[in-house]
């Protein structure tokens, strides 16, 4: 993928996508909030240091187990309807609303989290190597992304529901996603960036749509199966890395 910066038309387009995602958000409904309800138990295992930036934050369903542990928590959204919310709900963290391609900062970061952000933007590679500038050297990155080899989209695919695996589904295009990554493709660009992978894993063993789960699923079957992704990783609905600069770091 091209290095290159949007240019500013390109910037005000992906502005009003964001907007647009934000006027109809569904990342805090349903399975979608326990899905980052659990991926920042998993993350906060393995955070470290007092400063944590989080990018792309939506509705902020990560940001409480954030401030509960960092003295300082700056939000970074492009969404100006997303921005507005996140600041009247946290008002002790830092709520910037710009594009990632545009956000500036001179402090360095002991915690960057990535919560299904990489899916969404024009270019990964060039996100992650900016994120990269913005890490304290001892500092790490903790992205997920939902996978394509999870059980369900592999159903889907055996039942003519999509082409193949990696086919955006009726939720993907609702999100604006522009890719489905696998892992192998998910430490393809984190490596490309210069950053080296410390720890993976999946979680949440989806067998059905989230419709399906939500209409017969307890809260107990939701919070089993999502430990159950972590038994095996490769085919559940999320994957994850945490990459820091340097090695040996955690």
């Excluded at 944590?52 to 959204?77: K, R, Y």
């Excluded at 080899?149 to 695996?165: F, K, M, P, T």
């Excluded at 609702?174 to 993976?200: F, K, M, Q, T, W």
Aim: a negative charge; one cysteine or more; charged letters at 20%.
């Amino acid at each position: 993928m091209s290095s290159e910066r949007q240019s500013a038309p390109g910037l005000e387009s992906e502005r009003e996508r964001l907007e647009s995602v934000a006027r109809d958000s569904w990342y805090a409904k349903g399975a979608n909030a326990s899905l980052a309800a659990h991926g920042a138990r998993i993350f906060s295992r393995l955070w470290r240091g007092t400063r944590a930036l989080e990018l792309g934050p939506a509705e902020g369903q990560m940001t409480p187990h954030l401030l509960a542990v960092f003295n300082d928590v700056v939000l970074v959204d492009g969404s100006a309807t997303f921005a507005s919310e996140l600041s009247e709900r946290f008002p002790d963290a830092t709520v910037v609303c710009s594009l990632f391609e545009e956000f500036e900062t001179t402090e360095a970061f002991d915690t960057i989290v990535m919560g299904n952000i990489l899916e969404h933007v024009a270019d990964p590679r060039q996100l992650l190597e900016r994120a990269r500038d913005w890490l304290s050297p001892n500092g790490h990155i903790y992205i997920s992304v939902p996978n394509a080899y999870s059980i369900h989209r592999q159903a889907a695919v055996l039942l003519g529901l999509l082409e193949n695996q990696y086919s955006f589904n009726d939720a993907d295009v609702h999100h604006g996603h522009r890719r489905v990554y696998d892992p192998g493709s998910l430490r393809a660009d984190v490596n490309a960036a210069g950053l080296h992978i410390e720890v993976s894993g999946g979680y949440w063993l989806k067998p059905l749509s989230n419709a399906q789960i939500e209409a017969s699923w307890t809260p107990e079957m939701l919070d089993a199966f999502m430990e159950l992704g972590e038994r095996y990783p490769d085919i559940a609905a999320q994957i994850y890395v945490v990459a820091s600069a340097t090695t040996g770091r955690l």
